[in-house]
């Protein structure tokens, strides 16, 4: 087996700090403390082949399995908004891990919580790198770009916002669970064709095979459409925070001017840079250029 295919390659500990076991990943203690967050469908799995890389350059790496996912259990208040992930992670990392200060690193889901981050605790991240990842939007500065998907690929998001227990009907069986999630990452060609063999789909769609995880990933579509899914609101706005902009253009679920819609939200940012034959799985699909990426965009603090 390949060690990118292994799921007990690091070591896994426990956090918690927030009423519940959160399970994460951390390599290279004593670094400069860098947090990786996952986005949907996907687990702190996807950072497998980045890891390694970023604690041999000075990083103290610490990879979550945000609430509901992966190791980490559902919520005990029954919250998977951003805001509650956000919370999770500054308790992990300041209260558990004793970091005063971050770099935070995500995409996807993972995009909305590190700017979420960034926003509710002043100054705690200090630089933030982002891809592929859902953006607030502003009529005005954004006017004339393309700031939706099309609406032929939103069906997912619709019916996990709208319907989640209708679709965990739909899924009654491991297989089908495992085959539902299979599907992000090849025929919705959010990765570059291709990017995905069928041993990694594998790997990666393993832990949604759980129905109780499966219908907790879904809390942060149904915040979006339903009050009561929201613990507060979310802080997405203009973001301050320094941050480097990055962008896998095979990616049909984002959409196609996120590029220039990233550089609207963060005024003060490097980028964006397109990565070629990248697709919505960044760290999976270009593991090496994100790497000497953060590990440019950081150098002076290593």
Known sequence: MSSDLDPARFDV???????????YVREGAGGVPLLLVHGWPETKRIWWRVITPLAAAGFEVIVPDLRGFGDSTPGPDGFHDVPSHSRDLHALVHDHLGHERVIAV????????????????????????????????????????????????????LRQGLDPDGLMADLVTEDQRRRYVATFYTSRLWAHPGAFSDEEVAFHTEPFANARSLRASFGAYQSVFDADARSEPALLDINPTHALLLYGPSDHVIPA????????????????????????????????????AVRAFCRDLL
């Open 13 to 23: 500990s426990v956090c918690g700090a927030r009423g519940f076991p959160q399970a």
């Open 106 to 157: 995500g995409g996807d889901l993972g995009g909305p919580v590190i700017q979420d981050l960034s926003v509710r605790f002043p100054g705690f991240v200090e630089r933030l790198v982002l891809f592929n990842s859902p953006l607030p939007y502003d009529r005005e500065s954004m006017a004339g770009l393309v700031t939706r998907p099309p609406a032929a690929v939103i069906d997912y998001f």
């Open 257 to 292: 001017d996120f590029d220039r819609m990233a550089a609207l939200v963060f005024p003060d940012h490097v980028g964006p840079f397109l990565l070629r034959n990248t697709g919505h799985f960044v760290p999976w699909e270009a593991p090496g250029p994100l790497t000497s």
